[in-house]
């Protein structure tokens, strides 16, 4: 049975998904094994599932068959997602070929891709065993390579080149650190490798960690021998795959459902906590538990009536505009025009004066500073309508197809699904980008319930493109 240690604001559902799956949780929190029923388990991982520094991902990254395994069940379930995955181990070790020498780093060929080592002693044409010290998930990385490789197992990892102990950020105890170092110091002492303590090895024993870098040791012997036997590039030892998958809005629904299965869970609750707000969202929970005795259904419209409240008044707003490449786009802010409640969602319209001088992408109209941006937004909807105009006169409208908005009382974010319709005052209607919808389709980054819900998307704002266009005039 794989075994999955789970971290992070998605840490109950997330564990809950798993859990359902057939997959054993170690190292759950307390509240999370309350919520779950379970017992603390102190088995070492195979996969760890955690946030990343952005909160509208997770990262997936453990031994690579029982990874992957993780992986496709998350995608499986949370449907609507962006995935990212390395096609290079982390810590996996290879001969490589240098291919190019500049200065005081090498261009290195290990098969899969070219990475780069620092600092380079090599001349071109030259084999050199390396370590991948980072591999690139999203699109645009760059492979890091290095000379100080590991092997890592499930208690410790050693390393080539480094003489030093060091230990997990998990590992604070001063007498765990003494004792594992006394076991390091007696199994390594003379044999120039350093060791570093996974966060597993607090909770293992003196024989569990001593047999481990045995094994390690021995297949340190095997690494060496292969990298001068094999022919180049070739991997010579496995690492841990690297996944990153991104969730929209509709993939955090789906986590909402998952909690709500265990405890009182309130619409929006990972909307809300991605955006900043996890102690308004753990008070709101904590206060409503005993009065709803249930789970947190039908909480949807009371959210909604809060942030309408909040808007109403105007200031200044945020936007996120998150793309399938993971990029993070924060757009120029604007000021609340308009917060309406209509059948029970949020409409909110955004005026946003243009600053610099361009071109307005798709329409192919001159942007000009003082030029008005009346961007509309409404929960629920699979869309964002910029409506451009100048001294009065539209320009033209760009519908941004998008999953549904997450709004705060500062900020909006969404997910980008590339394809995109223009409407022009002449009444001409352009879609764009619908190619880079089908290569990222093609290319595993979308799934297919994402791809086919910007599908429907487009085909609904094609059947009256004008009917999407907003007249500030008008109100």
Known sequence: MVSVRVRGIYATALSKLLLDEG????????????????????????????????????????????????????????????????KVELHSVYVGIVVERHGDFCLVDIGPLKGQLYPCREEAGSRVVVGVK??????????????????????VALIHGEQKISFSEHIIDSEVKARLSSIAASKLMGSGLGVHFRSSSKYAGREEISS?????????????KMSSEVKAPE????????AITGLTSLAKHVLDEYRRSTC??????????????????????DLL??????????????????????????????????????EVLRLQQGSVEKAELVDGELLLV??????????????????RPGDVDYMVVKTGLPYVVHNYYRDGSWLGSYVNINTPPEIAPQAIKYHDLLVDVAILPN??????????????YSEGVLTSDLYHYALKALEEVLKDPTSYVYNPGKD
């Open 350 to 367: 955004i005026k946003r004066y243009m600053r610099s001088p361009g071109v307005y992408d798709g329409l192919g109209v001159e942007k």
């Open 289 to 326: 538990t005993p009065i709803l005795g249930g789970r947190g259904t039908n909480t949807r419209i009371g959210i909604h009536n809060y942030l309408w409240r909040s808007m109403r008044e105007g200031g200044r707003v945020e936007i996120i505009h998150l793309k399938p490449t993971g």
């Open 212 to 224: 481990e870098i045995d094994r390690l040791l021995e297949e340190y012997k095997s690494v060496l």
């Open 427 to 440: 009444g001409e209607v352009r879609v764009l980008d619908r190619g880079e919808l089908d290569k990222l």
């Open 23 to 86: 997959f054993k949780l170690v190292e759950a929190s307390e509240k999370v094994r309350s919520r779950l029923g379970v017992e603390l388990d102190t088995t070492p991982c195979d996969v760890t599932v955690k946030d990343t520094e952005n909160p509208d991902e997770i990262l997936v990254i453990g031994f690579p068959e029982e990874a992957k395994r993780v992986l496709e069940v998350l995608v499986k379930k949370l449907r609507y997602v962006y995935k990212w995955e390395s």
């Open 235 to 242: 991997k010579i030892r496995h690492g841990e795959h690297l």
């Open 134 to 155: 980072k591999p690139p998930v999203r699109p645009g990385e760059t492979l890091v390579l290095t000379r100080n490789f590991r092997l890592v197992g499930k208690y």
């Open 264 to 285: 009182l869970t309130i619409d929006y609750h990972h909307a809300l906590k991605s955006m900043g707000l996890s102690d308004y969202v753990d008070f709101a929970e």
